[in-house]
């Protein structure tokens, strides 16, 4: 890839483009094809960029700002529709909001904290209400998806070099080992069954087949 470490992943609606965000100093975000070639460049640019989602209901995308603890929404050209501040106490200015996801069944957009502590964070946005789950299965939380297709979160762990399949109500369901540097974002394509993630270190695109529950990759 030719953006600079590219930090969080994300997928349009009907499965033809990601959306990639790149860390301090570039802070900006770029629309790739499957390939991980960029395609644009979007005018949005942010403070520490960590995180991006899809949101299907408008075809717009939020945005993690890690040292903020913000979330931004924004069209797909990089404008600014909206912004929040989501009331979190952790312990470290560093180890912020790594992933953000958007879950079409509950219509929430959801954040997850790196580490100190490790937590998943269900957003009631405008309200900016929240509700928290404390994580312990990995040694930090570098990305997040959703796969409507089972309704699970897809999880990428950089220290762990993990891929971990996770519900709240059932907590772990599956994990694979990766043999990635500084993984940091993931996102599912359920049309192609494809699990996409990037390296921030690498400055690479990663294309798995998704494993069936069970099975290896």
Known sequence: ????????LTLNADGTALYTVSDPP??????????????LALSYVGDDLEGITFDYRDSTLWIAEERLREV?????????????AIPFD?????????????NPETSRISVVNEKNPGTFIELDLPTNTSE???LNFAQDYSGI??????????????ESQQLIVWNPDANVIQSFSLDIQKAEGVVYNAINNRIYIVS????KLYIYAFPSINTGF
């Open 1 to 8: 890839m030719d953006i600079p470490e590219p930090s969080g």
């Open 26 to 39: 570039d802070n900006s975000i770029y629309k790739l094809d499957l390939f991980g070639n960029t395609k």
């Open 72 to 84: 931004v929404h924004l069209d797909t050209l990089g404008n600014e529709l909206a912004r929040y």
């Open 90 to 102: 952790g312990t470290s200015n560093t180890n912020g909001f790594e992933g953000i996801v958007y």
């Open 132 to 134: 928290s789950i404390a």
């Open 145 to 158: 998806c959703y796969n409507y297709a089972d309704s699970n979160y897809i999880i990428v762990s950089d």
């Open 200 to 203: 921030d270190s690498e400055q």
